[in-house]
């Protein structure tokens, strides 16, 4: 799979997760201390988390494996939980 194809995975689940928990960019931005337009461009496809970005994201979002947030199949896999 093509980097540009996690970029829009990750970003449909990380939108999704945070449309589900009632989350907002800015939200996220705040809580974890990362700048608004690095959050932006995670949302919009175009840029990925490094790994240690990833885990807080998804410690910070209730997710246990930060892993499945890059996951086509992610929603079935909360569903599961």
């Keep these: 799979m093509h ?3 996690y970029n829009y ?26 700048p608004k337009a690095t ?9 990925l988390p490094k790994i240690d970005k990833l885990s807080h ?3 910070y979002l209730d997710i246990d ?3 499945i947030l890059l996951d086509e199949n992610f929603k079935t896999l909360l569903k599961n939980k």
């Design 39 to 47: 959050i932006s461009s995670w949302c919009c496809g175009t840029r």
């Design 9 to 34: 995975i990750f970003s449909k689940n990380l939108n999704y997760i945070l449309l589900k928990t009632g989350k907002k960019q800015i939200d996220l931005s705040r809580d974890l201390k990362i």
């Design 65 to 67: 494996n930060p892993i």
């Design 57 to 59: 994201i998804a410690t």
């Design 3 to 5: 980097k540009k194809n």
